[in-house]
């Protein structure tokens, strides 16, 4: 059965502060995996998809790494903004999206 | 990537009632899922659901509490039948897939009082 394990559950920084969090996956036959940032009251929003180990994407002061186990999103001197759930997502075969519990991000001014 | 129009934003309803939840797409797509996430929670599949046959609904999840009607390549509902305050969660419907990643709508806030 595909699982998904983020961590931490919930992590606060000071605004500046960088720090990484972790998606450990198992699923054979990896076509995709997912992250989104989502705020309360709203709907996930997308932003990176990785496809094979090894593969790194950018954007702003968020950079999502994947090796063959797990992913990892490197956040480089958040801000307040950057406070919400971010959540990881794999997908096989089927299409569908598997989710982690996410990880609550709170940054403090 | 495609725009997705969620409705209700968000219902307080009696339990043993029914909701409606309807998306509109900007698009047309194949693939239309539907997920629940109750308070707290991260995302559960409830059903994929394909234009021109029945939806395939993951485990746990049966067709009749929740139905759902797919009539064309742009629109889908789903309806929560004979609620309880159990069924309090925020539903989200999204399309996409793996090549192209996946849109989700901005979701329907439920609570069964």
């Known amino acids: 059965e595909d699982q998904v394990t983020q961590s931490p559950e919930a992590l606060r920084l000071q605004e500046g502060e960088s720090s990484s969090l972790n998606c450990s996956y198992t699923v054979s036959g990896l076509r995709g995996l997912f992250w989104y940032r989502q705020d309360p009251g709203k709907g996930p929003e997308f932003l990176f998809t990785?496809?094979?180990a090894g593969e790194e994407k950018e954007k702003e002061r968020l950079k999502a790494t994947l090796t063959k186990k797990e992913s990892f999103l490197h956040i480089t001197a958040p801000k307040p903004e950057d406070s919400a759930t971010y959540l990881c997502a794999v997908t096989q075969g089927a299409q569908k999206l598997v989710f982690g519990q996410g990880t609550r991000l709170t940054i403090n001014p | 990537s495609a725009v997705i129009s969620q409705k209700p934003s968000r219902d307080i309803c009696q339990r043993g009632t029914s909701l409606t939840i309807q998306c509109q797409v900007d698009s047309q797509v194949t693939m239309m899922f539907w997920y629940r996430q109750q308070p707290g929670q991260s995302l559960t599949l409830i059903a994929t659901a394909n234009q021109g046959s029945e939806a395939t609904y993951e485990s746990g999840f049966v067709i009749d509490k929740f139905p759902i009607s797919r009539p064309n390549l742009t629109f889908s509902t789903l309806t929560v039948s004979n609620m309880s305050p159990e069924d309090s969660s925020i539903y989200l419907c999204s399309v996409g897939e793996a090549n192209y990643g996946y849109t989700f709508g901005s979701g329907t806030r439920l609570t069964v009082v």
């Open positions: 990785l496809y094979s």
